[in-house]
């Protein structure tokens, strides 16, 4: 019914094998007692107080394992939580970059439209000053143009009065004839 004795008996198999002998054990009439083998049960809490050491020892160095996936895990976590530190700080450095280099490009791009601006007006003054001009020296030359056609007009009239006068007196001199 026992098993022979060994130092790396499985706690819970010792247990196991107490409880099927208490509750195989033939009862006590009239009572809650039971007959049980002395020698067994003392030699399955024998193995038991043998094995609890073994068991403690295993315990151990499964704590001790799990600490060490523990520190491990830890140390994964650090590693890529300063990782993920470094990445966001790339990506709020590039992110600035771009912010910077659209902000120079904002610069530059109304630098340019005030430079065209000012062009643009500058070119309008000009255009305006030489039209001014251009207008002030067609009026003179209008104006010379119209004092021209009035002397020739004057002077066709003069002429006209000496052609005519001279009609006139081609003509009575014909019909003095």
Known sequence: MTKPHD??????????????????????PMSASAIVNRDAALDLIDRARRS??????RAQAIVA????????????AE?????????AEQIVAGE???????????????????????????????????LATLEA????????????REVLASRRGAWDGIIGGQA???DSQRSSW
Do not use: C, F
């Open 7 to 28: 130092a790396s008996d499985d706690l819970l198999d010792i247990l196991d094998a107490l409880d099927e002998l208490i509750a195989t054990a033939r009862s006590m």
């Open 52 to 57: 609890v050491p073994t068991a403690i020892h």
């Open 65 to 76: 394992d799990a600490d060490a996936v523990l520190a491990r895990s830890h140390d994964e």
């Open 79 to 87: 590693r890529i939580v300063v990782h993920a530190h470094e990445e």
């Open 96 to 130: 600035n970059i771009v912010r910077m280099s659209n902000d120079r490009a904002d610069e530059i791009i109304a630098a340019a439209e005030e430079r065209a601006s000012s062009l643009r007006r500058g070119a309008d003054e000009y255009s305006d000053r030489s």
């Open 137 to 148: 020296e067609i009026a003179k030359i209008s104006e010379q143009i119209r004092s021209g």
């Open 168 to 170: 006139d007196s081609a």
